[in-house]
């Protein structure tokens, strides 16, 4: 157990819709980052917040949007899904920044019909 | 920008011979080289980091990884693989400016028949 949790671990929706990722860093952890994996994209990596300051932007749609709270948890915003959307999504959280490890959730799987 | 090429989409090693999963990399300055290791529906597990220092760096479940600057490289290795070592293996890399943001490789899928 990494100590990141993901909520939810499975979540099917229409096309269309929205629908919003939770992330639970490690605790004492500071950095939280998000990523997209899926079979022809690799492990993409979306957006990393630090501390409820956006640090780094990938490559996230401007559908996509994500934020920190001051209790460090995460949400990450998906709208107006599309099928091309269905992905596995991990949110990572690491201690702080350069050369820390970070540490994996199990993952929330997206299917869009 | 940083990136990572995993050359190969897959290793196939027979139990008890050694492996290696190369990783050549790609970034501005020093780089930070990490690698992953996933499970069936599990997420990303760490397995070593390399920062500075020696360039063979341990890590866990007896896997070890060579630093080559010269190369860009940053190679994964086993002396001796287990079937249970079976699984998607992913290096990353960081720059060592401003905030990190670890790109990671396409996997490679390991294999390792009985």
């Known amino acids: 157990d990494s100590g990141v949790t993901q909520t939810p671990k499975h979540l099917i929706t229409a096309t269309g819709q929205r629908v919003t990722l939770r992330c639970s860093p490690r605790s004492g952890d500071l950095s939280v980052y998000w990523y997209q994996q899926s079979l022809d994209q690799g492990l993409q990596f979306l957006i990393q917040?630090?501390?409820?300051?956006?640090?780094a932007k990938g490559n996230i749609l401007e559908r996509f949007s994500a934020q920190q709270f001051p209790d460090l948890h995460s949400e990450l915003n998906l709208s107006s899904l599309e099928l091309g959307d269905s992905a596995l999504y991990f949110c990572?959280?690491?201690?702080?920044?350069?050369?820390?490890?970070?540490?994996f959730g199990q993952g929330t799987r997206l299917t869009v019909v | 920008a940083q990136s990572v090429a995993q050359p190969e989409d897959q290793v196939n090693v027979a139990e008890g011979n050694p492996l290696t999963v190369k990783c050549t990399y790609s970034?501005?300055?020093?780089?930070?080289l990490f690698w992953y290791v996933q499970y069936p529906n599990r997420g990303l597990q760490f397995l070593l980091k390399?920062?500075?220092?020696?360039?063979l760096v341990k890590g866990s479940y007896g896997f070890e990884a060579e630093f080559n600057k010269s190369q860009t490289s940053f190679h994964l290795k086993k002396p001796s693989a287990l079937v249970s070592d079976s699984a998607l293996y992913f290096c990353a890399v960081s720059e060592n400016t401003g905030f990190q943001k670890l790109v990671f490789g396409t996997g490679t899928r390991l294999l390792v028949s009985p």
């Open positions: 917040y630090y501390n409820g300051e956006e640090r």
């Open positions: 390399y920062i500075t220092g020696d360039n």
């Open positions: 990572a959280s690491s201690v702080a920044g350069r050369g820390t490890e970070a540490f």
């Open positions: 970034v501005s300055g020093n780089p930070y």
